[in-house]
Structure formats: structure tokens, C-alpha cells
């Protein structure tokens, strides 16, 4: 599959399937719906009218089912009929596991995706997953050619037209996005530490003309980035913060999406079980889905200004390594006036923020929230963020709060909570909120030395909730802008391989930023949304994407 090109194109045109061979792939009733005449090119002369029908007549999807149509070159695979409210309408899982199971083999290959108008960026990323661009198995290497799988997309319902080209450029941008967060979150530290990271970060910026900021090694611990440089000080590969900014003319508000970099994570000196840490290459996921979803949505038009920010570091075991009751002051620290953040504090002026400066740490291996809280708190401080939304591979108790194919939201505001929600299901990178509760949870953090620990006191106590609370306790609780903590530690991955999770609800979330009418359709802001009573009451204009 690594060697395997992307193409989505309006018709995919004609061909014998044992020279193409073709995956024709939706909801069984959606399938009765196309028309002979629209497969019979593909499928004939290998296929009749009749085989085709009755093939159909056979199919019981539960959840999914397929039939072979001609030996292994053409096969017809049901999607679910109905999902729960809490997945996506697209059944996007379920199209990754069936075109990993059912595409029959070949240099050139066909999918037909048939759905309706709305599931069609969902659909498209479900695609992408199915085909990992990392692999170093010998045999992959030495074979050279280039194979390609041609989708085409048949749309039923309204609005069941032929798919613009607009939107077939969308699609293109963003299953890139998908795919390139996947290689890199594949790729082990030996050859995706810091400094290949951050040529991935030049090499998007080069592409997009824009010169990243980069703050590296001693300079972070000099401009006061405790828990960056803390983390990553003990590795071969020095720590670094780096930044793309995109900043078009009229642009009315600043977002800053922040990911978790961390190329791999022993755990540091409160290290890991040899069962525990294999897999902790994928500790980037959060970085790797912030630059993948940067890069298509500043080339789909994203008019408002977006900064990536990207906090990496190794955790690693040495000689300079941070020792559990060490001390470390953070970036937040370096606000004046700043003092300890608890609930309830008057909202301070802008520049002079509510927030903890030092943090003692009594586990090496919560160590993302520490990185993170360097990356919030700049980007409040040094980019005027209006809206800051930090990703992160941060808790193996996400998967137990939430599960495997929905990560956890954390944020100070109830209509982003629903949107984020909504976006996951509209894009299939599934959501589901976490408890948001300062004022009970933050107090597991209290030290006796230092503004705050780094890990809870109670780990039965809502875990994956008070590590995101620490986050954001470094640009405080009453900030007057929107905060949103998205904790993708299992959908990062499905088995052994990386899903790219994240690019597809980045996108979707701020669709209504973006000049691009696909986008603009999946994204629920903009649109109404439920929001629950006890909202914090902040400044609408800061909350909304329009």
C-alpha cells in the first residue's frame, strides 16, 4: 500500500476489471440506486446486468457485507444501513476495513464510492486510511512501480450531481493531509526524531511560502520554556517549538492549533514497562495531524490568521535527564503579574495572565501537558491567539474515558464542545466530550513547593480531564477566549498502523475559516448548535466561525 497514488477524479471511466480491477462500495440501499448503465463500462464484459442484481439481492450487511463479482478482479461491499447517534452517517470505519479487506489487488485499481453529497469528505478520508505511506518491508522496497487507485464518487439523494472539480481538489488536499500525519506518526525515532520533524515542518512551509519560527535547544531554556526544554534537554536530538503562521490580508480573528511533538516517550526517568512502550513513536500524533491539516486548509483558502504550533521533544533517559521533584518554570511564568490560577480569579488584563509559573514534577511521563503548556501560553502571549486548540496523544486513559475511535474534547466552552461533536461526525474523526470541571478537579495538581505538580494525586479521578485542565491552567481559567483540548491517544492508531486522525476534524471544525465550499459544508459552526446552560457567557464573536 506505501507505494499506492491517490487519485479522485469526477468519472472514472471504463474498463475490463481484470485489467482494473474495481471495489464498488455504499449503503446497500444507496447501491440499489445506480443505475446499470452507470457501472456496466467497469464491470462488463466480466459482469452481466443479471450477476449484478443478483449480487445485490445477496448482500446482508451486518454490520458490512461483500460479494464477489468476477473471481478476485470486481467486488460489490455493503456498508451499514443505520449507525448510532454518536457515530458518523458515513460509517467511516467501516469503509477503511472493507477497502483493506475487499480491493482487489492490482498496479490499477478502481473504487466507486457511492453515498450521499453530505458524506462525501468523510468517505474520502475513510479511503485514505486504508493506504499507509510508511513501510520498510524488503519486498515493497524493490518493487518500483507506482500504483495508483482511481475513486469516483456516484452521488445519491439531493444534490446528486457530478462532483465538482472544485471539491475533487478538496478531497485531493485532504486525504494528503491524512496520509502525510499517518507516515510521519508510522515512522520510528530513528529516523522521525526532532530534527526530520522539523524538516517536515520546512518542507510544508516551502511549499505554502512560509518561513517557520524555530526556537531550538539552549534557546528555549533561556526565553523561559521550562517544560519544553525540561522534556526533551536528555535526548541526542535537541527540543525545539516551531511555528508556521499564515496571516492573509482581512482576516478578523487569530487561531492557533497546537500539537503535542513528542517523538518518542520512554517515560523518562519514571520510564516505561517493556510492554508499554512500544508504540510511543505515535506520541507525535497531535503534531503530525496539526501539520497535515495546516497544509490543506492555507491551500484550500483559509482566511482568518492560523498558526501551527508545533512543541517537540524526545523524552528520553540520560545524564541531563529531568528527575521526578525537580523544579521547572514554564513560559507561562514569564506574564508579569502573573499568580496562581484558580477558579474564580477577575479576568486580568491582556498580557498580565492568571496562570502557574513553576511546576514540580512528580512524573517524568506526564510529560505532554508540559510541552503544551509552553505551546498554549505562547501562543497567547506571542500571537494574540483568539482561539487555541491544543492536540495531543496526552492519556492511555482517554481510551478507557472515551474508547478507541473517539477522542476526547476538554473545553471552557459548551457551544464548542457541541461543534466539535458535530464536526466528528461529518468528517469521521469521532468526538466525544470529556467532564470540564475546574473548580472540583484542578486540586489535584496543589503542591507544597511549587505553583502545581504535573501529575494528579488521584489517578481514579478523571485523569484524561485534569490533564487537560493543567494546559490550560498556563493561559488560566478566565481567559477570556475560546480553549478547546482534543486527546487523540487512541484513534491516533487502529492496530499497528497510524489512522491520521485529526487532519479530517481540524478541517471539518473550521471549515466555515476556509474559502472552500466543501469545507464550508461540513463544519457546524456557523450553523446552530446546542449549547447547554451554565455556559461561561464569553464574547460571541471570539466563539464563532462565520
Known amino acids: 500500500m506505501a507505494n499506492v497514488g491517490l487519485q479522485f477524479q469526477a468519472s472514472a471511466g471504463d474498463s475490463d476489471p481484470q485489467s482494473r480491477p474495481l471495489l464498488l462500495l455504499g449503503q446497500l440501499h444507496h447501491l440499489h440506486r445506480v443505475p446499470w448503465s452507470h457501472v456496466r463500462g467497469k464491470l462488463q464484459p466480466r459482469v452481466t446486468e443479471e450477476l449484478w442484481q443478483a449480487a445485490l439481492s445477496t448482500l446482508n450487511p451486518n454490520p458490512t457485507d461483500s460479494c464477489p463479482l468476477y473471481l478476485n478482479y470486481a467486488t460489490v461491499a455493503a456498508l451499514p444501513c443505520r449507525v448510532s447517534r454518536h457515530n458518523s452517517p458515513s460509517a467511516a470505519h467501516f469503509i477503511t476495513r472493507l477497502v483493506r479487506t475487499c480491493l482487489p489487488p492490482g498496479a490499477h485499481r478502481c473504487i466507486v464510492m457511492v453515498c450521499e453529497q453530505p458524506e462525501v469528505f468523510a468517505s474520502a478520508c475513510a ?12 519486498g515493497a522496497s524493490r518493487r518500483l512501480e507506482k500504483k495508483t487507485v482511481t475513486v469516483e464518487f456516484f452521488l445519491v ?16 488536499n485532504a486525504t494528503d493531509g491524512v496520509r502525510l500525519a499517518a507516515r510521519i506518526v508510522d515512522t520510528p525515532c530513528n529516523e522521525m526524531n526532532t530534527d526530520t520533524f522539523l524538516e517536515e515542518i520546512n518542507k ?12 531550538r535547544d539552549e534557546e528555549l531554556k533561556t526565553r523561559g520554556f521550562g517544560g519544553i526544554y525540561g522534556v526533551g ?8 517549538l516551531a511555528v508556521l503562521s499564515h496571516t492573509p490580508d482581512g482576516a478578523t480573528q487569530t487561531i492557533a492549533w497546537v500539537g503535542k511533538g513528542i517523538v518518542y516517550d520512554t517515560g523518562g526517568l519514571s520510564i516505561k514497562g517493556k510492554t508499554t512502550m512500544p508504540g510511543m513513536k505515535r506520541d507525535c500524533g497531535g503534531a503530525a495531524a496539526v501539520l497535515g491539516a495546516f497544509r490543506a486548509a492555507i491551500k484550500q483558502g483559509f482566511k482568518d ?35 496562581a490560577s484558580v477558579p474564580g480569579n477577575p479576568v486580568p488584563e491582556r498580557g498580565s495572565l492568571p496562570c502557574p509559573r513553576t511546576v514540580e514534577i512528580n512524573n517524568t511521563d506526564a510529560e505532554g501537558r508540559l510541552v503544551l503548556a509552553d505551546g498554549v501560553s505562547y501562543a497567547c502571549k506571542d500571537l494574540g491567539a483568539d482561539i487555541i486548540l491544543d492536540m495531543a496523544t496526552l492519556t492511555g486513559a482517554q481510551g478507557i474515558a472515551t474508547g478507541k475511535y473517539h477522542a476526547a474534547v476538554l473545553t471552557n466552552s459548551a457551544e464548542w464542545e457541541a461543534a466539535c461533536v458535530k464536526a466528528g461526525r461529518k468528517c469521521g474523526d469521532l468526538v466525544h466530550p470529556l467532564v470540564y470541571c475546574p473548580e472540583l478537579h484542578f486540586s ?8 502545581m505538580k504535573n501529575s494528579v494525586a488521584d489517578r481514579d479521578n478523571s485523569p484524561s480531564s485534569c490533564a487537560g485542565l493543567f494546559i490550560a491552567s498556563h493561559i ?8 478547546v483540548h482534543l486527546d487523540i491517544a487512541a484513534p491516533v492508531h487502529a492496530g499497528e498502523r497510524a489512522t491520521g486522525f485529526g487532519v479530517a476534524l481540524l478541517l471539518a471544525l473550521f471549515g466555515r ?19 447547554e446552560e451554565g455556559d461561561l457567557g464569553r464574547d460571541s464573536k471570539r466563539r464563532r466561525l462565520v
Open 157 to 172: 439523494g439531493q444534490d446528486n450531481g457530478p462532483v465538482e472539480v472544485s471539491t475533487l481538489q478538496c478531497l485531493a
Open 476 to 483: 488560566g481559567f478566565d481567559w477570556p477566549g475560546v480553549w
Open 305 to 339: 490568521n492560523l498558526h501551527a504550533v508545533f512543541c517537540l521533544a524526545e523524552n528520553s533517559v540520560g545524564p541531563n535527564a529531568t528527575r521526578p521533584d525537580d523544579i521547572h518554570l514554564l513560559y507561562s511564568g514569564n506574564f508579569k503579574g502573573a499568580h
Open 444 to 451: 489535584e495538581f496543589t503542591s507544597a513547593v511549587a505553583d
Open 127 to 138: 479511503l485514505a486510511r486504508a493506504f499507509p505511506l510508511f513501510t520498510h518491508r524488503s
Open 233 to 240: 534537554k536528555a535526548a541526542l536530538h535537541p527540543p525545539a
Open 513 to 531: 475559516a476556509s474559502e472552500d465550499p466543501l469545507l464550508n459544508l461540513v463544519s457546524p459552526l456557523g450553523c446552530e448548535v446546542d449549547v
Open 204 to 215: 510544508v512551509g516551502k511549499e505554502l511560502g512560509i518561513i517557520p519560527t524555530i526556537i
